[in-house]
C-alpha cells in the first residue's frame, strides 16, 4: 500500500519553529516531486512548498518564502519542512503530496493524511 504520513505538526507561538515530516511506506520516493500543502479552517487548500525528485529546484509561495524550507533525504524516504518564524495566519491542516515526476505536477499523486499546525499565543 502506498502511503505517505506527516508528523512534527503542533501548538507554537508566533516567532517559533516547527519541523514537519513527510515520510512514505511502500514506494521509495526518490522518482517523486514532493508538494506541502496546507487548508486553513474556511479557506481553500494552497501550495506551500515544492521540492523536485532530486532536490536540485525548489519553489515556495510568497508568504513562506524566507521562512520556510524543504528538503529531502532519499535514504530515509523522508521530506521535510522547516518552518520558522511562524505566524497565526499559518494556521492551517498541511498536507504532502507525492507527484510522479521530476517536479510537481499532480501527475499520479498521493495525498497524506495532514497534520495540524497551530500557531497562538
Known amino acids: 500500500q502506498l502511503q505517505l504520513v506527516e508528523s512534527g505538526g503542533g501548538l507554537v507561538q508566533p516567532g517559533g519553529s516547527l519541523r514537519l515530516s513527510c515520510a512514505a511506506s511502500?514506494?521509495?520516493?526518490?522518482?517523486?516531486?514532493i508538494a506541502w500543502f496546507r487548508q486553513a479552517p474556511g479557506k481553500e487548500r494552497e501550495g506551500v512548498s515544492c521540492i523536485s525528485s532530486t532536490g536540485g529546484k525548489t519553489s515556495y509561495r510568497d508568504s513562506v518564502k524566507g521562512r520556510f524550507t524543504i528538503s529531502r533525504d532519499n535514504a530515509k524516504n523522508t521530506v521535510y519542512l522547516q518552518m520558522n518564524s511562524l505566524k497565526p495566519e499559518d494556521t492551517a491542516v498541511y498536507y504532502c503530496a507525492a507527484d510522479r515526476d521530476y517536479y510537481c505536477s499532480s501527475n499520479s499523486r498521493i495525498w497524506g493524511q495532514g497534520t495540524q499546525v497551530t500557531v497562538s499565543s
Open positions: 511502500g514506494f521509495s520516493l526518490d522518482s517523486y516531486a
